[in-house]
Every structure is written in structure tokens, then in C-alpha cells.
């Protein structure tokens, strides 16, 4: 029974290494006629702390001077503010949840018309014991529309990183999970020998008393 807790702490300890959140930069190159996701991440810097978070998306055109709203979302209530996207506006962040820290969106049938510059701005409102502070972070993704796809040295060597980073933490991981496991059988193998001893003292201690019974008569 000791045996499978301690695994089980062990493995809590490692998986623990992936929680969190980290903040990603986005794709920049949409290709006309597919979907394009525009990442924006605002990790908090506590993240035990409670906390209630709307977005507001903006998009300045090539040949505009000021941003102008295109998108909105709260807890599981999206609003497409700008017209000209119709319903190509998805949301693509966190899901059920007043703490939004992924607050990315997808469009859908991209057209060379969505090329420019995007804002995500994130209002966040911490909650403490005794007040709340308000958190302001805004992001810039600077977007460009091609007919085709086009698979640059950039995000070929960074796909590359992905899997060799992937392996490198499964091995680690299966590392730690060996490194338990020893530490659990070593601590076993200390066990036995002890209790062994212990068997012997009673039995030398119990042939004893026999023998002194057996005298006796």
C-alpha cells in the first residue's frame, strides 16, 4: 500500500512541472480561405490569486490611423462588435472560467481584407482579502494575409524544437518516475531486513523460555 502512495506522490511532484501558464507568441502569416488563430496569452503573476477578466479585441487596417473594436468576451459571452466579420470571429481561449488568461480568437475564411494590425487588451480584476486591484495588459500581433501557404525556415526550425522538446521532457519524466521507484525499493529492501531480525529475537527468545520450561520439570 506504501508502495503505490509514494508512486503516486512522485508522480504529482513531476506533473506538477507542467502546470502553469506561459505566454506565447502568435502566429503572424494567415492564408486567404483557411482559419487563423490569433494567440494572445496574459499570464497572471499569482496564481492562486482569484480573479475576474473580460478581453476587447481591436484591428487596425494597413490604411487606417486608429484601432476600431471588432470582438468582446466574458465567461462564456462572445460579441462580435464590428459587423464586417459577420460570424468569422471564434473564440479560441479559456472556456468556463471568470480568470481568462488564454484570450485567443480564430478567424474563419480568412480574406486579404484581415491583414493589419490586432490588439488584445485585457482588463483583469484581482480579488484580495480586503480590496481589488485592477490590471491592465495589452498586446500587439502584427497580421499578414498570402494567397498560399508558405512554410518558412522560422516555423519549420521551431516545429523541430516542439518534437525534440517533447522528447527530452519524456525522458525526463521517465527518469524521475525510475529515481521514485528506487528510492521505494531501497526503502522496502530496509524494511525486510529489520523485520527479519525482529523474527529472529522472538524465536531465539521463545526456544529460551522452552528450554527453561522443559528444565524446570
Aim: proline share 1%; hydrophobic share 40%; net charge negative.
Amino acid at each position: 500500500m506504501d508502495f503505490w502512495v509514494l508512486m503516486l506522490l512522485c508522480l504529482t511532484a513531476v506533473s506538477s512541472c507542467w502546470a502553469g501558464c506561459v505566454e506565447v507568441e502568435s502566429e503572424t502569416e494567415a492564408v486567404v480561405g483557411h482559419e487563423f488563430k490569433i494567440r494572445c496569452i496574459s499570464c497572471k503573476k499569482r496564481g492562486e490569486t482569484k480573479a475576474i477578466t473580460f478581453v476587447e479585441w481591436f484591428f487596425r487596417a494597413k490604411d487606417e490611423d486608429a484601432f476600431r473594436v471588432i470582438y468582446y468576451y466574458q465567461k462564456d459571452a462572445p460579441d462580435i462588435k464590428d459587423e464586417r466579420y459577420g460570424n468569422r470571429i471564434l473564440w479560441s481561449g479559456s472556456n468556463h472560467t471568470e480568470d481568462l488568461q488564454d484570450v485567443s480568437i480564430q478567424i474563419t475564411n480568412v480574406t486579404m481584407e484581415d491583414a493589419g494590425e490586432y490588439m488584445c487588451k485585457v482588463n483583469r480584476t484581482l480579488e484580495f482579502e480586503n480590496h481589488y486591484y485592477n490590471v491592465n495588459v495589452s498586446k500587439f500581433i502584427q497580421v499578414t494575409v498570402v494567397p498560399n501557404a508558405n512554410r518558412d525556415i522560422a516555423s519549420i526550425v521551431s516545429e523541430i524544437m516542439m518534437y525534440v522538446l517533447n522528447v527530452v521532457l519524456t525522458i525526463w519524466l521517465v527518469a524521475e518516475m525510475m529515481y521514485c521507484y528506487k528510492k521505494i525499493a531501497a526503502a522496502g529492501e530496509e524494511t525486510v531486513p529489520e523485520n527479519a531480525s525482529d523474527y529472529l529475537a522472538i524465536t531465539a527468545e521463545n526456544k529460551d523460555n522452552c528450554l527453561g520450561v522443559q528444565t524446570q520439570e
